[in-house]
């Protein structure tokens, strides 16, 4: 167990009431007390500095911000902290290391389903949650269900083939 | 965004309490209910929201979905919409709804999304959620901006000169053409209200949207059991093939016997300031063989009184193609 003692509120500039949560991040639980307007995203970022989850538009537009809440792949920036005290949270330093990749991570660097990499980690949190989703397995239905994570480098091509290698477990 | 105090409600009595402490339900609700979040955080994170009071409703137990005794299908008010889209009762029997829901938003919003919060979802015109412009939704009295302004996604049923802002659930049409009823607890007791009474028209009050009263909580939607052999769909038309709001969409379902329409229902989105329904349009239809006159003559009962904006006169043909459209699909 982690505690990081007094965080940073993450947002806003005042505030008068702190809440006490118990985050549970790639299996480490972390005791905090943070400000109600605190999101996920923020928590994650600036109090638990797990950058690699990204803010893009911050209100659920563009799926940068894409993790895991109890093995279903949600937007951190319009999930409140404080209401998802004790769930179980998998971000994409959960999911792989850089000795020991996912297979999702590995086949992203296969086939260069990227330019920029901003969107990048949503992109994969996304794609991993997909492959257990109740949904077909055409590449239609992956472009359907991956519509969520915009990417404005225009890496779709290479993002539809990744995850379509995974599937297969090529 | 405003500083807020962030309650967990441990039992349904202690949110309504909390609730009924607002001196509306409406916009500018001083306590508001969190369940997903989708659209009260983000209204919040614009200013558009400001509640002094949030309270989390989401480990009140309010998340089943299952049928009951006397046939109806019971949608918890925090089931999420991906789990009732999946659900077999739901993609069953309700393939409009199933349909509806998955042609909404995208995979991880509709994993946080909720029934209740879809049906309380707010306008996405983009007057409302920016506050440097005039709106009566969010600013009684200020005027509207989207009657003089870009109006091409707005409504052209249920407007008034106060407020054209469209109704963005997709989930609520296939609810509405399903005969919903929404299922409520409230500081007096429970009621129930057809889904078709719960939304009102914005007239000289846009802020006020629905029938709900401070402290009334959704607790869940009930769904009628479908008559035997029934189809149903929803299309939904967008200017995008994904992750868009419609511009027009149509939940439609019908039975046939003998070769002609022995019951229809039907509903449109993306054209009305709720969703949009009209029973005497569905009765003209019964009795009737499936045609494309017999189908347009509906949609025309349908949208009668459609008084059209600057940029969105063509919503009256493309609903009229998207009603023709979606019968033919369960018809053929």
Known sequence: ?170 | MQSFNLVRANDRSAAIAAGAQSDTAQQGASVRFLAGGTTLVDLMKLGVERPEHVVDINRLGLADIRKEPNGDVFIGATARNSDVAHHPLVSGNYAALSQALLAGASTQLRNAATTAGNLLQRTRCMYFRDLASPCNKRAPGSGCSAISGANRSLAILGTSDACIATHPSDMAVAMMAYDAVVHVQGASGGRQIPLMDFYVLPQDRPDVENVLKPGDLVTHVTLPPRPAGERSAYLKLRDRASYEFALVSAAVAVTLSQGKIASARFALGGVGTRPWRVPEAESALVGQAPSEVAFRNAVDICLKGARPQSQNGFKVELAKRCVVHAFKQVTN
């Not at chain 1, 167990?1 to 790639?26: E, F």
């Open chain 1, 1 to 170: 167990m982690t505690s990081l003692g007094t965080p940073i509120a993450a947002v806003g500039d005042s505030y008068d009431s702190r809440t006490n949560i118990t985050l549970r991040v790639n299996g480490r639980e972390h005791k905090l007390a943070v400000d109600p307007r605190t999101t996920l995203l923020d928590c994650l970022r600036e109090v638990l500095h797990l950058t690699g989850t990204k803010k893009g538009c911050d209100h659920g537009q563009c799926g940068a911000c894409t993790i895991h809440i109890g093995g279903r792949r949600m937007n951190s920036c319009l999930a409140l902290a404080a209401a998802h005290d004790g769930d179980e949270i998998v971000t994409i330093e959960g999911l792989g290391t850089p000795g020991h990749l996912h297979p999702m991570q590995a086949a992203f660097l296969e086939n260069d389903a990227y330019q920029c990499g901003y969107c990048t980690s949503g992109q994969i949190m996304s794609a991993v949650a997909l492959l257990g989703e109740p949904v077909g397995a055409s590449d239609d239905d992956v472009r359907e269900f991956m519509s969520g994570n915009i990417c404005r480098c225009g890496a779709y091509l290479n993002i539809v083939k990744a995850i379509q290698q995974v599937r297969h477990g090529k």
